[in-house]
């Protein structure tokens, strides 16, 4: 084919190889299955993003008795409606200054606020800073995210599981309430909550409670019924490991990208529904602050003030464009076929 | 030949159905009987659908049989109840290898934890160090570099796996190991070195072996003894020379005709066996010693020919 | 003979987290009009990836770095996808290794069939079904005309391949690429499965690109055999070459390690030891070299070239250098080189 290349003769000595464990060497560097996530999850830019958003959102709320400049519920009818002002700092929009028969004026002047008193996005028509109900709000909406998790981790992973294990008639019975928990509606289930509870955050958290992790139980289940199936779960089986044990070494670690995107699901399903409840008056009560009654209030002076709803609505909007898009993103991140 | 060996297992009239009484009833296993002594290779060879595998797991009790005995060390362990102290022991006495190297271990675990398993379920190491030191060994018995305990299953190639999933059935000392197509997901040039160790490790454990696999060109080399299974029924059993050399049932024949073999001369002058299932199964068949030590699933006047 | 398709230096390589995978290293290839090829490979070794390539039908991640695919007086590379649309399917069609997987369970095997016929060609509805129950029945579909109108699961998986071939040689296509077609399949309907390929070449006309990583049937199937291995051919010539004079320590190891039914049991089996190289950081020298027992110090600095051994074989291995020292190959290998002799003694040739 081609000439033969010279080459020194000496080159041409068995080296004898012998079956040894050099020959066993692994070529690619050790990562764990996490570190692999983590780093297509960063690479993800939008996921990264909606990540460091929902982060400085958390932390925000949960420092919020320090973060936040005012009392939420202190009201000062002296100072209602006024715009939005940062310090003295002439920013349009944020200066204080707003539109009162064709003129502009300014709004601190004209209540004789005091020149370092100053409301960073305006108050409310009880006078109550926006900013710190806005902080109290989204800590609320924080607060009925975590719980509606809870609920989908304590009840939707075990029901899931073990309808999913058993299989059989547990499986057929279980599925029965499942169909039957998710034919009523929550908003039913809500106001028939009201009949007992007064409105409040108990009595969304449990509205909540008893429809949400319906979801979480059949995904997890239909998980379960792949994974048990497998042969690792079998040899677990054949090594006398209880049933138990399989489902916390075997079956969890294994679902574990099901139950983070599906909670990534749930979060903005909870908030936009306490939200919802709030706005249509059957939330949280005044004088507490909630996204939900933040939109309703501004809603009502949307016309005049509209600054008064396009903050909660920027805020609930970001939480829950961020939790989607991060929520998309952990999928592809714990999907190692995705890799590209 | 039969008197001197001790028989490890006795699987006697099995039968293993599903969805028993519906519409989909199958019956995956349907009377089978067969005796495997200790310290044989035992092979059982199908096609999909022979209930060739549901065997193998109603034997090693993933599955309750429908009826039929199941004698480990002429104990019935076809009755005993998940979670009993028997149960325990037996978990330790008969183990299991897989088919799928990719599915058959725990994507999320590391392979000292993998291995460990069985020794953490039984507390047969009494602390971390001898947990360490027993993975160690175990990797080492079957050629891997014990610094790769901390690594993640998908890090290694397919033989390296399957001698990871041998690892960890050896762990708690089985006398008896069913090994469930363990090479038929392999390439060529690892099916070899893992048929080695499985042999080598027999003979230094002195362990009886139950393989299971789709084609005879493997088992035939493994194993002592051959049961061939067709549509949840040992049609043939006999020494492995005898079903190479002198196989009885057309459907063992049609199974080794169908062999591929890798010399073209051969292949060119390949004879294929077409088996026909009606014509050569009705229901006054049953297995029956036609020769001395070979068995054919056959009806009685058929039985008298030989 | 006229070569169809010849491929000529192909480079691909993949991007993934850990860098780039070299999954192909410069692999060149003909297929003869009317003949069977047999690419024969362990997983991982390329020859999925080197047939998908003439296709365009690689991973998104997937990258051409060089090469040329010459199909007739063409290059396939330089096709745009509308124009590698005209080819699939029509010129060129595949058959996948999976059954359960390559139909589509909503449709009717016959409009399935049918369907290449429409796109391709401009018949009616009604002549496209006609032919498609032609083909059925050309591959040994039992009554095709009522079947037809069955669904996927309805048939057996060796039904499912022969309906899957079907699809395949509807347009009667020059090159038919079988990935490996019967890996998913019992012995038996694998062996009517390799008789069914063998019996369309002769009725249709087609070449035949055969992968596999099994050289039994590649014994009953092939013209001609290219042996692959991390990326690259190292062998390649007539099926007889390969079977009866391997030279590639490689060819030795993978026919040595299969049992063949007289392999005494008291032997033991040979293996290749080890495990194939990882192609993020292929080897400087020979791929094979950490596994060969025959290896010299030159493998692990160069990799071999090929070196002709006659004018239909190929083999890229320093033993075959002049300079190299006799190595005697294993034991079968040397009952395989004996009755090569005596072949060649026997015929006329």
């Avoid at chain 2, 675990?109 to 291995?115: A, W």
């Avoid at chain 3, 014994?219 to 690259?232: E, F, H, L, N, T």
């Avoid at chain 3, 033993?319 to 005596?342: G, N």
Wanted: hydrophobic share 40%; aromatic share 8%; with cysteine.
């Amino acid at each position: 084919m081609e000439q033969v290349p010279k080459i020194p003769k000496e080159k041409f000595k068995l080296l004898h190889k012998k079956d040894n464990q050099a020959q066993e060497s692994l070529g690619t560097p050790s990562l764990t299955y996490l570190q692999d996530v983590r780093r297509r999850l960063f690479s993800n830019k939008v996921a990264t993003v909606c990540l460091i958003l929902l982060g400085i959102m958390v932390l925000i709320s949960v420092f919020a008795p320090v973060v936040a400049p005012h009392n939420p519920n202190t009201q000062r009818v002296e100072y209602s409606n006024l715009p939005p002002k940062i310090g003295n700092l002439d920013i349009p929009g944020f200066n204080g200054m707003q539109n009162m028969d064709g003129k502009s004026v300014d709004a601190y002047k004209a209540v004789n606020a005091p020149k370092d008193t100053y409301y960073i996005l305006g108050t409310d028509y009880l006078g109550r800073d926006l900013l710190s109900r806005i902080i109290y709000g989204t800590r609320l909406s924080l607060i009925v995210a975590v719980l509606a998790t809870l609920v989908d981790l304590i009840i939707g992973l075990p029901y899931g599981i073990v309808s999913g294990w058993k299989g059989g008639k547990v499986d057929t019975f279980l599925q029965r309430i499942i169909e039957i928990v998710s034919s009523v509606p929550n908003l039913v289930v809500v106001i028939l909550m009201m009949i007992i509870l007064k409105p409040g955050l108990v009595s969304i958290v449990i509205a909540i409670a008893l429809t949400d992790w319906v979801t979480m139980a059949r995904l997890i289940r239909a998980q379960t019924f792949q994974l048990k199936e497998q042969e690792y779960i079998l040899a677990a089986r054949t090594l006398g490991e209880s049933s138990t044990k399989i489902a916390t070494k075997h079956l969890i670690p294994n679902l574990s990208s099901t139950i983070i995107i599906q909670t990534m699901f749930t979060i903005p399903n909870a908030i936009f529904f306490e939200a919802f409840l709030s706005f249509i008056g059957i939330g949280i009560p005044a004088p507490n602050a909630s996204l939900g009654t933040l939109l309703s209030d501004g809603q009502k002076a949307f016309r005049f003030l509209p600054y008064q709803m396009w903050a909660p609505a920027l805020i609930l909007s970001i939480i829950m464009i961020a939790t989607n898009l991060l929520g998309d993103g952990l999928r592809d991140a714990f999907d190692p076929q995705s890799s590209d | 030949m039969a008197d001197e060996k001790t028989p490890i297992v006795q699987v006697k009239h099995l039968k293993q159905y599903f969805n028993i009484g519906k519409a989909n009833e199958v019956k995956a296993v349907d009377d089978i009987s067969f005796d495997i002594y200790k310290g044989e290779t035992f092979g059982l060879v199908g096609e999909s659908g022979s209930g060739k595998s549901t065997t193998g797991r109603s034997i090693i009790r993933l599955y309750n049989p429908t009826s039929g005995q199941i004698l480990f060390e002429g104990d019935d362990i076809s009755k005993i109840k998940n979670r009993s102290p028997r149960m325990k022991q037996f978990r330790q006495q008969m183990q299991m290898i897989f088919q799928d190297p990719y599915a058959s271990l725990n994507p999320r675990m590391k392979v000292k934890d993998i291995i460990a398993e069985g020794l953490d379920i039984n507390n047969l190491s009494k602390n971390d160090d001898e947990r360490t030191q027993r993975v160690e060994e175990l990797l080492n018995m079957v050629h891997l570099n014990p610094e790769h305990m901390s690594r993640y299953p998908y890090e290694f190639s397919g033989g390296q796996r399957q001698r990871i999933g041998i690892a960890r059935a050896l762990a708690v000392d089985p006398q008896f190991i069913i090994a469930d197509e363990p090479i038929s997901a392999l390439d060529v040039s690892i099916q070899a070195q893992v048929v080695n160790l499985l042999q080598d490790i027999q003979k230094q454990r002195n362990l009886t072996y139950m393989f299971i696999a789709h084609d005879l060109s493997m088992v035939k080399y493994i194993s002592d003894r051959i049961a061939v299974m067709y549509s949840g029924k040992i049609v043939e059993l006999a020494s492995a020379d005898e079903i190479y050399n002198n196989p009885l049932h057309p459907y063992t024949q049609s199974l080794l005709s169908a062999i591929p073999v890798p010399d073209p001369e051969v292949e060119k002058t390949r004879e294929r066996i077409d088996f026909d299932h009606k014509k050569h199964f009705s229901d006054d068949q049953r297995l029956q010693e036609v020769q001395p030590g070979h068995f054919l699933y056959c009806s009685d006047e058929q039985a008298k020919k030989y | 003979m006229e070569k169809i398709l010849d491929v000529k230096n192909l480079n691909v390589d993949f991007s993934t987290y850990n860098g780039t995978v070299h999954a192909i290293r410069g692999v060149d290839f003909h297929l003869n009009s009317g003949e069977t090829l047999a690419i024969v490979g362990e997983s991982g070794s390329g020859k999925s990836v080197t047939v998908r390539t003439v296709l365009q039908l690689m991973a998104k991640n997937a990258k051409i770095t060089q090469g040329e695919i010459r199909y007739h007086d063409e290059d396939l590379l330089k096709k745009s996808e509308k124009q590698m649309d005209d080819i699939r399917g029509n010129k060129i069609s595949m058959i996948f290794q999976d059954p359960m997987t390559s139909l589509d369970p909503t449709m009717t095997i016959g409009k399935q069939v049918a369907e290449p016929l429409l796109i391709h060609n401009k018949v009616s509805k009604a002549d496209a079904l006609k032919r498609a129950e032609e083909v059925l029945r050309l591959v040994g579909i039992p009554n095709p005309k009522a079947r037809m109108k069955d669904y996927p699961h309805q048939f057996s998986g060796g039904q499912r391949q022969r309906i899957v071939i079907a699809i395949a040689i509807v347009n009667y296509p020059e090159i038919l690429i079988a990935d490996e077609p019967t890996t998913a399949l019992d012995v038996t309907v694998q062996a009517q499965i390799i008789d069914l390929l063998k019996e369309l070449q002769q009725k249709i006309g087609t070449s035949i690109i055969f992968i596999t990583h099994d050289l039994g049937v590649v014994a009953g199937i092939a013209d001609r055999v290219a042996v692959m291995y991390a990326g690259k051919l190292v062998e390649y010539g007539n099926v007889d070459e390969i079977f009866y004079d391997p030279q590639h320590p490689y060819t030795w190891g993978l026919l040595d390690s299969m049992p063949t039914l007289d392999t005494d049991d008291q032997n033991r089996l040979n293996s290749i030891p080890g495990t194939p190289p990882n192609l993020l950081n292929p080897p400087k020298g020979d791929a094979f070299a950490p596994r060969n027992a025959y290896a010299m110090e030159i493998d692990e600095e160069e990799q071999p070239p090929f070196f002709k051994v006659s004018k239909t074989h190929y083999a890229a291995t320093w033993l075959l250098h002049p300079d190299a020292p006799k190595v005697e190959p294993p034991k079968s290998i040397q009952q395989r080189f004996e009755k090569y002799q005596q072949m060649l003694g026997g015929s006329v040739k």
